[in-house]
Nanobody
Framework: QDQLKESGGGSVQSGGSLTLSCAAARYTYTSSACMIWFRQAPGKEREGVATIDRGGKTNYADSVKGRFTISKDDAQNTLYLQMGDLEPEDSARYYC???????????????????WGQGTQVTVSS
């Protein structure tokens, strides 16, 4: 059973919008202290994009502040990433991840996560 499953990726033009979803298994969602969206483009390092903790506090990478919004729906066990004003540089495979550790800061620089999805591709054309 997939612990996390992303959807919503696709191809858009520069300036467009997309909303990614990450459906979580109930245990994964309810036990997680921190959930994150990562992205990785070919030949580039993985980048933490946005995080949200159990209480709903959010943090963003500087590269997406003001354009992306992370949110979650506790009733649906689902994590979201609303992406606006997309740029070609946002093209990447986007992954959601979750972790139960409360003692690590929940921020985009956090690297260790227990549960991972398979990713969804986002392509932005100019």
């Amino acid at each position: 059973q997939d612990q996390l499953k992303e959807s919503g990726g696709g191809s858009v033009q520069s300036g467009g919008s997309l909303t990614l979803s990450c459906a979580a298994a109930r245990y994964t969602y309810t036990s997680s202290a921190c959930m994150i969206w990562f992205r990785q483009a070919p030949g580039k390092e993985r980048e933490g994009v946005a995080t949200i903790d159990r209480g709903g506090k959010t943090n963003y990478a500087d590269s997406v502040k003001g354009r992306f919004t992370i949110s979650k729906d506790d009733a649906q066990n689902t994590l979201y990433l609303q992406m606006g004003d997309l740029e070609p540089e946002d093209s990447a495979r986007y992954y959601c991840a979750a972790d139960r550790s409360f003692w690590r800061a929940c921020s985009p620089s956090r690297a260790e996560f227990e549960f991972w999805g398979q990713g969804t591709q986002v392509t932005v054309s100019s």
